[in-house]
């Protein structure tokens, strides 16, 4: 079997990730993914393709899901996320994956990843040469432990094996994308690579596997056993699954897929609507008593319509124009998709939507377990995890923690107001700066936070997916 194989789990999610992640992208997205169901599909004709793709073309997507997403950010880190680093380890406010991302920022791609896809995975590393220094030594040398983030899509494979009471990672299998310049120094091609972190003989091993030039198959181009602060193996793998449910390593069902998937249900409903629309729109002549003689002869002059011509027809004949009449259902049912979406939208941060489970058991409000309250909790886990191995790969002591607050799930409020004001964001009637002063005055925001700290915080993004791993080319090699 191949380092490429890709688990059943992750293939079936494949779908409703895409969909999710083109609804969030916006409309070229929605329009390049084939959401559309063609007219006609039997017909091949280049008429029949080219009446499709205008039909994709004229439909409107309104984009619920990609002004939702930024709304729950701005919930989930109205108040800025409890953190107690160790000494020495305050850099990973700044620099938490070794590009410049800050913990907070960091987390809150995490929170986005989960929201979409309702997994992500969080992985502790650090440089080979920094095997068995202090803080500071490592410190004098640059060389720091970081927290690198991968998308749901990245993470193909993995195996779990039961030691004790504990089910241990004993795989897991990332897929990344590394730099390779042409000899010339001009062209670059990004090319794709297998991290295989794994447990061997009870230690654990990082292994990379690139494409052989000469063999076409994936060979071990760098092999890498890590060790603790201390300088001893690793008896675990420092990777943490973070989930929509809960952190354990099945696929959880994506937050954002229901009102993703009503959002193309509503962009199918648009395509269909402007089609009749187009249609009703281009009316149609008729002219009786006419003859092949009176035919050809205007097919010689030339036919014009319109307020300042004249439209010759035969003797004793008439003319007359049909004019087909728009199909009013689909407006309705477009306006009761947005109505939906609104709802699905604050069911998200409403109180018992959702169930909790053993990862948010530390919570205050145990009744208050709305979808985003758990994404929040289970975020706020992985992290504590992470930052634990961080301390222990660079061997510092003290406590360790990451918390983001879930009091928004506690705040009473009215759910059908917080639909309309959503519905509101969706439709792009309501700036996210309203929408923020509503949450502050239900209190889900901070009433202290400006909107320029709030859009600073959502604004600040990771490195791009397509270069994950960039950074570790060096390090493996």
């Given amino acids: 079997m191949s380092v490429e194989f890709v688990r059943p789990e992750v293939t079936a999610k494949a779908s409703a990730w895409k969909l999710v992640r083109d609804c969030v992208a916006g409309s070229e997205a929605v329009k390049a993914g084939g959401y559309v169901i063609p007219v006609n599909p039997h017909d091949t004709s280049p008429e029949n393709r080219l009446r499709n793709e205008q039909r994709v073309r004229r439909?409107?997507?309104?984009?619920?899901?990609?002004?939702?997403?930024?709304?729950?950010?701005?919930?989930?880190?109205?108040?800025?996320?409890e953190v107690?680093?160790?000494?020495?380890?305050?850099?990973?406010?700044?620099?938490?994956?070794?590009?410049?991302?800050?913990?907070?920022?960091q987390s809150q791609s995490v929170v986005s990843e989960v929201l979409q896809t309702g997994r992500a995975g969080l992985l502790v590393d650090y440089p080979s040469g920094g095997r068995g220094l202090t803080v500071a030594e490592a410190e004098a040398r640059g060389l720091r432990p970081t927290i690198q983030?991968?998308?749901?899509?990245?993470?193909?494979?993995?195996?779990?094996?039961?030691?004790?009471?504990?089910?241990?990672?004993?795989?897991?299998?990332?897929?990344?994308?590394?730099?390779?310049?042409?000899?010339?120094?001009f062209e670059l091609e990004t090319k794709t690579q297998y991290r295989a972190l794994r447990i061997i003989s009870g230690r654990y091993v990082q292994q990379v596997y690139r494409e052989s030039s000469t063999t076409g198959k994936w060979e071990?181009?760098?092999?890498?056993?890590?060790?603790?602060?201390?300088?001893?193996?690793?008896?675990?793998?420092?990777?943490?699954?973070?989930?929509?449910?809960?952190?354990d390593a099945t696929p959880d069902q994506p937050p954002l897929f229901d009102l993703a998937d009503l959002n193309?249900?509503?962009?199918r409903n648009s395509a269909d609507h402007e089609e009749s629309l187009f249609f009703a729109g281009q009316a149609m002549y008729w002219v009786s008593g006419a003859d092949a003689e009176w035919a050809a002869e205007m097919q010689k002059l030339g036919v014009y319509v319109g307020s300042r011509s004249i439209l010759p027809v035969p003797q004793g004949g008439q003319a007359g124009i049909l004019q087909a009449e728009a199909v009013s259902g689909l407006s309705e049912e477009m306006k009761h998709k947005v109505e939906l979406m609104a709802q699905l939208g604050a069911r998200l941060i409403a109180p018992g939507e959702a169930k909790r489970t053993a990862t948010e058991a530390a919570s205050a409000d145990k009744t208050s377990n709305s979808v985003l309250s758990i994404v929040c909790d289970n975020v706020s886990d992985a992290y504590r995890?992470?930052?634990?191995?961080?301390?222990?790969?660079?061997?510092?002591?003290?406590?360790?923690?990451?918390?983001?607050?879930?009091?928004?799930?506690?705040?009473?409020?009215?759910?059908?107001?917080?639909?309309q004001a959503l519905?509101?964001?969706?439709?792009?009637?309501?700036?996210?700066?309203?929408?923020?002063?509503?949450?502050?005055?239900?209190?889900?925001i901070a009433a202290d936070k400006s909107d320029d700290e709030i859009r600073d915080e959502i604004d600040a993004e990771g490195p791009a997916l397509g270069t994950l791993g960039l950074e570790d080319e060096g390090r493996a090699a």
């Fill in 264 to 267: 193309i249900a509503h962009f």
């Fill in 84 to 105: 107690k680093l160790p000494p020495g380890l305050e850099h990973l406010l700044d620099d938490a994956d070794g590009a410049g991302v800050g913990l907070i920022n």
């Fill in 220 to 247: 071990v181009a760098a092999t890498y056993v890590p060790t603790d602060g201390s300088g001893r193996p690793w008896t675990e793998i420092p990777f943490t699954f973070v989930g929509a449910t809960n952190n």
């Fill in 149 to 185: 983030l991968y998308p749901a899509e990245q993470i193909i494979n993995w195996r779990t094996e039961k030691v004790g009471a504990r089910n241990l990672l004993t795989l897991v299998v990332l897929r990344e994308g590394y730099e390779q310049w042409s000899g010339d120094g």
């Fill in 385 to 419: 995890r992470a930052l634990r191995w961080v301390a222990q790969f660079a061997n510092a002591g003290g406590e360790v923690d990451f918390t983001i607050s879930t009091e928004f799930s506690g705040v009473q409020f009215d759910a059908a107001q917080m639909g």
């Fill in 423 to 444: 519905a509101a964001v969706q439709s792009g009637k309501l700036p996210l700066s309203d929408f923020w002063t509503y949450c502050r005055s239900i209190g889900l």
């Fill in 59 to 81: 439909a409107v997507f309104f984009n619920a899901t990609g002004r939702t997403l930024p709304a729950l950010l701005g919930i989930a880190f109205g108040k800025w996320p």
